[in-house]
């Protein structure tokens, strides 16, 4: 019996003359007959250690390409400075996306680049810089010239990382997409999709040496309105109703490829929301229904992975972005193929059996790899903590304004604003009269908590209902009742939270700046003026050199207060930090931000933690709770999901 071929044998056998050609109604690579089997999974979700063995298991299913998005604002967190692995900012470990192709060519998996500018993924601003807003007449998504320059700056850095890993050239890159979903941005009367923009990225791509097929993709819904048909390959994103959407796609570009760019697995969590799963067997029925069309497809998640860090991204069901937006939770496990965690579900069995009974052109395959070992460490305790007061003498900057700005506008970060975290807003010297009320014009950009002399005035969060009162962003100029007593000389603390930007929707929706800045700060009828701004951003760096830490008491008053224990590891493992016994904040791991929690509105429960962010010996975590703490860190060794 004959071995069969690897995929790169089969395809670069006598050489390589061509990439993917879309010029007929069916794929080739190489004048050689294809149909992709491709998935999503983006190397920004998932530790650099754990790349190669999610990439073989996609390849023991039988995909022969792997696909995925490129984050903008990671790779250039500040303006100019770069990080594709080894640029220094918490995330490197997880940006050496020239690795991440390298090794999904070493897996025998061909690649398709999303490179955006604008990738949505329910990623924080879909991708976009935050520093882009500093800019008041820069206009995204578009061919203004504020915009492009910034757009042919980040271009100019990445895609000469990506020419040399092109198929043509012996590399495992067939596609890119220009671009993301631009056709959703159409709003008659307001903004249309804009042409020149596409082609002005298509240069750039062009001028960069790309030679590769490039594509985008839409709700076939939208026609041709957010593509140029005449050099871009249409591709089509969808749950279900394969038939409807690739015939409308057909009707655009008759004589070519037919390919679901996003076929949806899954789909992903709100807070407050229950935990989104897809019927399995919906799912095997679309998916056998896209194979026999004929069609190609990218399953949007093979692998979901984690919204590390304050990346989660939001999205706007109905109303204003002030009012209506919902945010993503930390985990983006989709209930695909491949869950958060790199096991096997119900799914991988679907999609692999499947790809097997379509197949045409039978190569060699992997062995299935034993998933990791997930384990439920014993609870530990929590030993120390900081006051906020202790922390926000930590902090390293501080700021005067006469009225509190947006995050995005302080100069810092090399003059690129403040993305993520916190952001207080200080005053001193105070007198507050009995029955006073504190009022925040506009809204809250997302939450915020109130503290005088350090006692936390605003509520305590119980459930979803809280997000309909003061110090949530839903409620415009909200006002808080400050207590019966005078309190003279007071110190006012607002702790103002950005707990992700919208990733969807139409142009004006991305315009999101986070903070206290929509109004003037009341107290009583009195604007209040003359601030201290400081940024809380923890970063690693930051976090990890904090000291004077005070011993954990047994009783701790409710409010914002970082809480740190130590867990020894020998052999670290896989594991779920259990986060029931709290309430809302994030997690800290040896100085890196894991995620966000939300117990009391839910459905996540608890933090995937991977293996490669411990190390063997003593480990640090951290935890910034809003409100009120347990006094130890649970884990589990599965995940949780439920809302209250």
């Known amino acids: 019996m004959t071995e069969l071929p690897t995929l790169y044998q089969h395809y670069t056998a006598g050489g390589i003359h061509s990439g993917l050609s879309a010029s007929q109604n069916y794929f080739t690579l190489n004048d050689k007959n294809i149909t992709l089997y491709s998935g999503a999974m983006h190397y920004f979700r ?205 009707e655009q570009q008759p004589n070519q490829p037919t390919m679901a760019m996003e076929f949806w697995t899954g789909w992903f969590d709100h807070w407050t929301e229950h935990h989104n799963t897809r019927d399995n067997n919906e799912f095997y029925d679309v998916l056998d229904r896209i194979l026999r069309y004929p069609a190609s497809v990218n399953f949007y998640m093979f ?18 972005l002030n009012e209506a937006i919902k945010h993503d939770t930390t985990s983006y496990d989709y209930d695909a193929p491949l869950s958060e965690a790199g096991d096997y579900t119900q799914k991988y069995d679907m999609v692999k059996e499947l790809i097997s009974k379509y197949d045409q052109v039978p190569t060699k395959l992997p062995p299935q790899p034993e998933i990791q070992k ?24 501080s700021f005067t304004y006469n009225k509190p700005i947006a995050m995005e506008m302080l100069p810092i970060n090399n003059n690129s604003g403040q993305s993520f975290g916190y952001i207080v807003y200080k005053k001193t010297g105070l007198n507050i009269p009995a029955n006073s ?134 052999e670290p493992l896989d594991t779920f930090i259990d986060m029931q016994e709290w309430n809302k904040g994030i997690v800290i791991v040896n100085g890196f931000v894991l995620g966000r929690y939300a117990s009391k509105l839910g459905p996540q429960q608890t933090l995937y933690l991977p293996a490669p962010l411990l190390k063997s010996g003593l480990n640090d975590i951290v935890v910034f709770e809003h409100f009120t703490p347990s006094n130890k860190i649970l884990f589990s060794d599965t995940p949780i999901f439920h809302t209250p």
């Open 46 to 250: 998932v530790p650099k250690p754990y790349w190669r063995d999610r990439l073989r298991k996609m390849r023991a299913a039988g995909l022969n390409t792997v696909e995925t998005y490129v984050p903008w604002n990671l790779h250039e967190p500040e303006i100019g400075n770069y990080d594709f692995g080894q640029g220094g900012s918490d995330f490197d470990e997880f940006l050496d996306i020239v690795t991440f192709l390298k090794t999904a060519q070493e897996e025998d998996l061909l690649a398709i680049v999303r490179p955006g500018p604008y990738i949505c993924s329910e990623w924080e601003l879909g991708g976009l810089p935050s520093w882009l807003l500093r800019e008041s007449e820069l206009l995204l998504r578009s061919s203004a010239p504020s915009f492009m320059k910034h757009v042919s700056r980040f271009f100019n850095a990445l895609l000469p990382l990506m020419t040399a890993l092109q198929f043509t050239l012996g590399g495992p890159v067939i596609a890119f997409q220009v671009e993301n979903e631009y056709g959703s941005t159409n709003q008659p009367g307001v903004f249309t999709p804009d042409k020149e923009y596409l082609e002005q990225l298509r240069q750039l791509f062009i001028k960069n040496g790309i030679t590769e097929l490039l594509f985008t993709s839409d709700g076939a819904g939208n026609g041709d309105v957010g593509t140029l048909k005449e050099h871009f390959l249409m591709t089509a994103n969808f749950a279900r109703d394969p038939e409807w959407n690739f015939d409308r796609i057909k």
């Open 374 to 397: 997930k384990i439920a460490y014993a609870s530990i305790p929590v030993t120390s903590h900081l006051s906020f007061a202790e922390v926000a003498d930590r902090l390293p900057e």
């Open 437 to 570: 009320y504190l009022k925040i014009g506009g809204h809250v950009c997302d939450t915020v908590m109130v503290l005088i002399n350090g006692k936390l005035m605003s509520g305590i969060l119980y459930g979803a209902w809280d997000l309909d009162g003061f110090g949530y962003w839903r409620v415009d100029s909200g006002s808080l009742h400050l207590g019966d007593q005078e309190i003279t000389n007071a110190t006012l603390e607002l702790v103002a939270e950005n707990w992700g930007r919208n990733n969807f929707g139409y142009i004006e929706q991305f315009n999101q700046f986070k903070g206290l800045w929509q109004g003037d700060i009341y107290l009583n009828d009195e604007v209040l003026e003359n601030w201290y701004v400081m940024p809380l951003e923890f970063k690693k760096k930051w976090t990890n050199s904090l000291r004077g830490w005070n011993p954990m008491q047994s009783e701790t008053a409710p409010g914002p207060s970082l809480y740190k224990a130590t867990l020894l590891v020998l």
């Open 303 to 320: 692998l979901g992975g984690t919204n590390f860090g304050f990346l989660n991204g939001a999205n706007l069901d109905w109303g204003t």
